[in-house]
Each structure stands twice: as structure tokens, then as C-alpha cells.
């Protein structure tokens, strides 16, 4: 592993960290709210780190059954066999130590890690993904601890970080690459569409479908 490129990811994933630990917080207080306790939010956030599917898992639950719940979890988490396949050739090593390393494909790493030439530095990947991990974990105990409300978060403007922060990031990659601009363009016109007839959720859900572009080929632009 490069210790340069380990520790320059450290640092670039402490933005992003910062944003998911305010998610978190909401996260780890809704799950408390719904009757899930202390531990249990704290060992989801621990081994899925998925706020997408943590929050789909939760919401649906709720409104749902446990095989609908489930299931829009991982639909909402497909993005990352994509990602995966993007991934694969800039891992090295062994098939466990190749599956070890692609755990941690979150989604501000793999932008961070992303080179010109459509190859990814694991180590810079590593690394940002690891205060992420922390500030998510921590985040969710504290909100599980402390259960501030969601009238809190919205006056102290704490309930827009997250998407605010990631938009900064769509927004770069968008700059970049004329398909991921065709993605999000499809996925916006799809989500715009689905909630004339259903939840926001559902719409999201379904805007996904427009990642499928991510299987075209596209030579890259700076």
C-alpha cells in the first residue's frame, strides 16, 4: 500500500466524514425513535456503512414488510456492482485480499480515488473510506444516544450538509464525464416523473435504473 496516497485519502475523506456524521445523527436518532435501542443501529452503521440501504432498510420497515424492506435495500445498493467492475483493475493481490480492499468502495472514496485515465488508487480509496467509517459509527451512537429531534437539525441547517456536500461531488464527476451527465439527466427526469405517482423514496428507487448507462463505454475527459 502507498503510505502517501493511504494518508492524502485520510485527509480527503474527513469532508465527506464530517457530512456523514451529521447523517448519521438522523439515522441513529430515527432508529432509536422506531424502538431499535441503543446497539443495534450502532452494529448496522458498523458492518453495512450504507447510509442509502440503512435508511431504505428503515424506512420500509416501518410501512412494510421485512422481504420488501430488504429488497430496496439492495436495489438501492446495486450502484455499487457498477462501481465494482469499474474497480477491479486497479486492484492487486490475492482474491481475498482483492475483496478485503473493495470493501472499502463507498462513494465520496471512489470519486476521490478516480484518476484522468479511469483507474483508481486503492490506497487513496482506503483511506478516505476510513474516517468516513468513523465519523458514520460515532455519529449513529451519538444520535442513538441523544435523539435530537428533527426540528433541531432543520433550524441548524444540519439536515441539508449531506446532500449539499455530495452534490459538490456529483458536480465535479458530472464535469468530467458526458456519461455521468446523461445518468444524471435520465435519473432526474425518472424521479421527477415517478413522484407525480408515488413517494419520494419509491422515485429515488427507480432513478437508480439510470446507472445502468454506467455499462456503455466512454472515453473520459479532463
Known amino acids: 500500500m502507498n503510505r502517501a496516497a493511504f494518508v492524502d485519502g485520510m485527509r480527503l475523506g474527513v469532508g465527506p466524514g464530517s457530512a456523514a456524521f451529521v447523517l448519521a445523527l438522523s439515522f441513529g436518532a430515527e432508529a432509536q425513535a422506531r424502538g431499535w435501542g441503543f446497539g443495534l443501529p450502532v452494529l448496522f452503521s458498523m458492518f453495512a456503512f450504507s447510509g442509502s440501504a440503512q435508511f431504505t432498510l428503515l424506512t420500509a420497515l416501518a410501512s412494510g414488510s421485512a422481504l420488501a424492506a430488504i429488497t430496496s435495500a439492495v436495489l438501492i445498493n446495486a450502484r455499487y456492482l457498477v462501481m465494482s467492475v469499474a474497480l477491479n483493475n486497479s486492484l492487486h493481490g490475492g482474491r481475498w485480499r482483492r475483496a478485503l480492499h473493495s470493501q472499502a468502495l463507498v462513494d465520496a472514496s471512489f470519486v476521490v480515488a478516480h484518476h484522468a485515465d479511469g483507474r483508481y488508487d486503492v490506497s487513496r480509496l482506503i483511506g478516505a473510506s476510513l474516517p468516513q467509517w468513523l465519523f458514520w459509527v460515532s455519529g449513529t451512537a451519538l444520535g442513538a444516544l441523544t435523539s435530537p429531534s428533527p426540528a433541531l437539525m ?57 446507472a445502468l448507462i454506467g455499462v456503455l463505454p466512454e472515453e473520459e475527459t479532463v
Open 154 to 210: 432543520h433550524t441548524l441547517g444540519l439536515d441539508v450538509a449531506f446532500p449539499a456536500f455530495f452534490l459538490i461531488l456529483a458536480l465535479e464527476e458530472l464535469r468530467r464525464s458526458r456519461r455521468a451527465f446523461v445518468a444524471a439527466s435520465l435519473g432526474a427526469v425518472i424521479a421527477g416523473a415517478l413522484l407525480l405517482v408515488t413517494s419520494p423514496g419509491y422515485a429515488l428507487l427507480g432513478a437508480t435504473a439510470a
